[in-house]
T-cell receptor
Framework: SQTIHQWPATLVQPVGSPLSLECTVE??????LYWYRQAAGRGLQLLFY??????ISSEVPQNLSASRPQDRQFILSSKKLLLSDSGFYLC???????????FGQGTRLTVV | DQQVKQNSPSLSVQEGRISILNCDYT??????FLWYKKYPAEGPTFLIS?????DKNEDGRFTVFLNKSAKHLSLHIVPSQPGDSAVYFC?????????FGKGTRLHILP
């Protein structure tokens, strides 16, 4: 069966520090991968999605970047965090070209 | 530009009655629609989906209806149970993207 791992679960980082959140998927090949953010009182905003290794599409201009160095690994990064980067970050996967997305447990990022 | 809209931030329903959550979308390229349930500090859990070629899909207490001409879908939960209290997200899929609405918080009252 497929599983998705996302870590860390919580993170407190100072303004201006770098960020690296990692997500890995097991039990499937060539998945679509997604990063979402849920800011306080807001919905799930799609940040990045990837249909294959090295292929990243960005949905909104921002202070973040994403990379997919391996088929089942998706990384969310920032060189210098802003206060506005605080939120709940979720990684998800779906089958290629498909439909339902399955989510990790999320990372609560607080920038102080 | 919000492509998926859930216009009701919250909804309260008596236990045992029907809960109806609504969602509208604007982009005709979406071909698959989904509902998720979410608790605080957890990832969303997939509930039910519907393809754009159908107008109804049922799974136990959950039924999703799709009106393509109106670009509208709804989730019906009947009977509503206390464990159904959560935030429900509508999502639309197309062109490898999955776009979510802002969610509706459902309160099931005893």
């Amino acid at each position: 069966s497929q599983t998705i791992h996302q870590w860390p679960a919580t993170l407190v980082q100072p303004v201006g520090s770098p960020l690296s959140l990692e997500c890995t998927v097991e039990g499937t090949s060539n998945p679509n991968l997604y990063w979402y953010r849920q800011a306080a009182g807001r919905g799930l905003q799609l940040l990045f999605y990837s249909v294959g290794i090295g292929q990243i599409s960005s949905e909104v201009p921002q202070n973040l970047s994403a990379s997919r160095p391996q088929d089942r690994q998706f990384i969310l990064s920032s060189k210098k965090l802003l206060l506005s980067d605080s939120g709940f970050y979720l990684c998800a996967w779906s089958v290629s070209g498909g439909t339902e997305a399955f989510f990790g447990q999320g990372t609560r990022l607080t920038v102080v | 530009d919000q492509q998926v809209k859930q216009n009701s931030p919250s909804l309260s329903v008596q236990e045992g009655r029907i809960s109806i959550l609504n969602c509208d979308y604007t982009n005709s390229m979406f071909d698959y629609f989904l509902w998720y349930k979410k608790y605080p500090a957890e990832g969303p859990t997939f509930l039910i989906s519907i393809s754009s070629i159908k107008d109804k899909n049922e799974d136990g207490r959950f039924t999703v209806f799709l009106n393509k001409s109106a670009k509208h879908l709804s989730l019906h939960i009947v009977p509503s149970q206390p464990g159904d209290s959560a935030v429900y997200f509508c999502a639309a899929s197309g062109d490898d993207k999955i776009i979510f609405g802002k969610g509706t918080r459902l309160h099931i009252l005893p």
